[in-house]
């Protein structure tokens, strides 16, 4: 779902990088011994933490959602991939959105199917919506679990 592991593995690198930064300004204020700096070198902890976890979780939604996406192609049960392309490589919003109906529906009708609900957030992905493909795939993450 989207721009693949390289840029995954930057993305965390420079997070990961941003929360060491900030680790070491937090011991920095918390080591002044004055009630602000405690405060401060506190509030840095807890974003830098919050930072941490954050990046956990993206990468275990990217790993899970992985597996699931080869997992389908294994089967054969991945949407076909024959939407028009803007220049760009990107896929025409319009023509997704339009064939995006029949996977809506398929998810509709077999609520309980993580394929279908995969299906539905690869074709959300397809059609620019970010937000509802990364639901989509995270009903079918946990229907995979409680049903492989």
Not at 6 to 33: D, E, W
Not at 77 to 89: A, I, M, V
Request: proline share 4%; no cysteine.
């Amino acid at each position: 779902m989207g721009r693949g592991l390289p840029a995954a593995a930057l993305m965390g690198l420079l997070l990961l990088l941003y929360i060491v930064v900030l680790g070491t300004r937090a011991a920095a204020f918390l080591a002044s011994g004055t009630a602000v700096g405690i405060a401060i070198g506190v509030a840095l902890v807890v974003i830098a933490l919050l930072g941490a976890w954050a990046l956990v979780r993206e990468f275990a939604f990217g790993l899970r959602s992985t597996r699931l996406v080869r997992r389908l192609g294994a089967e054969g049960g991945l949407p076909d991939d024959d939407l028009p392309r803007r220049p760009s490589g990107r896929v025409d919003r319009t023509a997704a959105t339009a064939a995006f109906d029949r996977y809506r529906d398929d998810a509709t009708a077999h609520p309980e199917d993580w394929r279908a609900w995969l299906r539905l957030g690869l074709a959300y992905d397809a059609s620019g919506d970010r937000r509802r493909a990364r639901a989509a795939v995270r009903r079918a993450i946990s229907l995979s679990a409680a049903r492989p």
